[in-house]
């Protein structure tokens, strides 16, 4: 079964940068649509980010359209979520969720047809 791991959370002042990473264990991310979800204390959780299978398509929820960017590494072994400009509504639980897409490229903000999930890394914006 596919499992992905994040990494490169943290604590980071407002202005500032992280950069989270997915990889996956075990199998290869080519076949997969990968996206960001996170999740603020009270809230339900939300779609952030995702790119597709080819890493054509990548759609951004609109609270982090110019300062988040999406991408996968040549070997589809890992994605990552470069995260500029940090805000403190920003802060969250990140994961990292794989859609089996072989054929049809592309990739969606709903959780729904997100199979695997990662375990979740916490990042906090703060002074």
């Known amino acids: 079964q596919l499992q992905l791991v994040e990494s490169g959370g943290g604590l980071v002042q407002p202005g500032g940068s992280l950069r989270l990473s997915c990889v996956a264990s075990?199998?290869?991310?080519?076949?997969?649509?990968i996206g960001w979800f996170r999740q603020a204390p009270g809230k339900d959780r939300e779609g952030v980010s995702c790119?597709?299978?080819?890493?054509?398509?990548?759609n951004y929820v609109d609270s982090v359209q110019g300062r988040f960017t999406i991408s996968r590494d040549n070997a589809k072994t890992a994605v990552f979520l470069q995260m500029n400009s940090l805000k403190p509504e920003d802060t969250g639980v990140y994961y990292c969720?794989?859609?089996?897409?072989?054929?049809?490229?592309?990739?969606?903000?709903?959780?729904?047809?997100?199979?695997?999930w990662g375990q979740g890394i916490q990042v906090t914006v703060s002074s």
């Open positions: 969720a794989a859609d089996w897409r072989p054929i049809r490229d592309a990739c969606t903000l709903h959780e729904g047809p997100y199979n695997f």
């Open positions: 075990r199998f290869n991310l080519d076949s997969y649509s």
């Open positions: 790119i597709s299978t080819r890493g054509t398509i990548t």
